[in-house]
């Protein structure tokens, strides 16, 4: 069981590039969302889906796109990357979220990723 | 919207000594309340989590978290702090239905355990 696999580990990229962060997992959850983790910052969620289908923006979806095709796929696609996504990316997911009743929400090993 | 902070940056602890972490937090309704904890280069890890039943909850690695509604606290304990305990914290709480119920997180608190 590998739980929530996400790649790459590490990435650089100059400004203006594109570039797709992917998320896994084998758990059969509906609950997928990533999240980006700046210094003194927490965690601020970016975009997140119930369900294959169906995707919403979080707090800090500006530069970022999203789809869930499959259950377990959710890709994170930085459209023009700029300095200020310089961060490090989680994907989460859970068992469905609606009324879950604080279903454990399990992440990803992360992403690195610096915009030069 | 439900939020929770956490006071401390940093909590220095000598190895043997109890530690806390603290967490307050402010929401509408019931609190879910959780425990992560990451290494350094390392994913978060699902430590406890308070859904409702008894306000002392136990989780993983030896920690575990009071929940205490009339001040509105969640903090971390450990009876005896190891170095290998040395991370940073974060407290999180269930947010509403427009985020899916995503976790809200506090800013992290980074916990430095010494021989």
Known sequence: NAGVTQTPKFQVLKTGQSMTLQCAQDMNHEYMSWYRQDPGMGLRLIHYSVGAGITDQGEVPNGYNVSRSTTEDFPLRLLSAAPSQTSVYFCASSYSSAGGGGNTIYFGEGSWLTVV | ?115
Do not use: M
């Open chain 2, 1 to 115: 919207a439900q939020s929770v902070a956490q006071p401390e940056d940093q909590v220095n602890v000598a190895e043997g000594n109890p530690l806390t972490v603290k967490c307050t937090y402010s929401v509408s309704g019931n609190p879910y309340l959780f425990w992560y904890v990451q290494y350094p280069n390392r994913g978060l890890q699902f430590l406890l989590k308070y859904i409702t039943g008894d306000n002392l909850v136990k989780g993983s690695y030896g920690f575990e978290a009071e929940f205490n509604k009339s001040q509105t606290s969640f903090h971390l304990k450990k009876p005896s702090a190891l170095v290998s305990d040395s991370a940073l914290y974060f407290c999180a709480v269930r947010g509403n239905s427009n985020s899916g119920y995503a976790l809200n997180f506090g800013k992290g608190t980074s916990l430095l355990v010494t021989p």
